[in-house]
C-alpha cells in the first residue's frame, strides 16, 4: 500500500526556472518518426518566475499544452491530480500550486521559433518533479524520456495528424548541442567540433503554427532524411566541415522537394547563396518558415553579419554562444 507524500513547503519564497531556446540544426520531420535529430539551445532563457501567492498563473494560455497540463494537475481547489508512471495521489488533496503564482516570461516577446510552447511545458513539468518528488532534471539529469514524452503527448496532440517529436522539450533540458533519437532511447551532448565554421541562426520575422501544422501532416518518406542526418551527426562527431555544412543543405533540398519548405525562407536562402558568404543554409522547424539556419566560414562570419545587417536581419543564437540546460536560479 503506497504512502502519501507529504506537501511540499518551499524553501525559497522566489525562485527562477531558465530554459534555453531551441533549434533543430538538422531532423525536424525526421524526430516525427522517432528517427535521430541535432538540437541547439540558445540564449536568451525563457523565464517561470515561482512565488508564494495565491495560485494564479500568467503569461501561458489556457488552452496550451502547458496550460492544459497544469489544469490537470490542478483541479479548482488545488486537489493534485495522479501522474501516469507514478504514484496514484487521485485521491489526496494538497494545494502544491495553489499557494504559488507563477509567471512565464519570454525574451522574444511571442516572436516565435525558438520554443516557448515547449519550455513552459518543460518548466511546469521540472516544477512538479521538484516539489512532488524532490527529482531535480536540471541539465537532463535523471530524466526519464519516455514518461517526459508521453505526459508532453498527452496534452499537446488531439489524435490528428501526427503527434509533436517532443524532442525540442529534451534540448531545452539538456542545453548545448543534444544527439536525440527516440527510437534508440538516447539522448546525449554534443560538441561543435569545427574550429573554421559556426552556425548562425536567423530570424525570419514569418511564424507558423507548429501545433496547428503537425495536425495536417500526413507520413513522410523517412529513409533519405534518415540519410543525410546521420551523415551530419558523423561530421559533426569526426569535426568533418565540408560534409556537415554538405548535410544541411541536403536536408534543406530534401525537405524543399517533399514541399516542406516555406517559399519565403526559400527565397531568404537563395540570397544567402547569392551573397557568396555562406556554405550553406535550410529552414530550422515546421516548413523551415520561422528561422534560418546558415553555415559560416569564420573567415566571412564578419561579412555575413554585415550583409544580414544591410538586410535588416540579424543572428539571434549562434555556436559561439550555447546555453546551458533547464535550471532552478534560487538567487
Known sequence: MSTTPESPKLSHNHFQ?????????????????????ILASTPPYFLLEVDIGDGLLGG???????????????????DLRSQEGHEDLSDSSFPIFSGLNLKFEDPHEGAGGLG??????????ALFFKMQYGKDFSGGQGLDLNHLLSVYRRYSWNGEGVPPSGYDLISQFMGGLSQISESSN?????????????????????KLATHEHLRKQETLAYSELHQIVSAGQNALISGNSKAFSDSVRAYCECLDGQGLLAPSSRALIGQMYDSGLIQSAKGCGAMGADIILAIVENSDKSQFVKWLENNKLKIIGSSDDLAHGLTFNFD
Open 116 to 125: 516557448a510552447s515547449s519550455a513552459q511545458f518543460a518548466a511546469l513539468y
Open 186 to 206: 538516447e539522448a546525449q551532448n554534443l560538441a561543435w567540433n569545427f574550429s573554421d565554421l559556426s552556425f548562425c541562426l536567423i530570424r525570419t520575422g514569418v
Open 17 to 37: 526556472i531558465q530554459v534555453p531556446g531551441k533549434t533543430f540544426l538538422l531532423g525536424e520531420y525526421l524526430a516525427l518518426s522517432g528517427g535521430p535529430a
Open 60 to 78: 501561458i494560455h489556457a488552452d496550451s499544452p502547458a496550460g492544459l497540463y497544469w489544469g490537470e494537475l490542478v483541479d479548482t481547489e488545488g
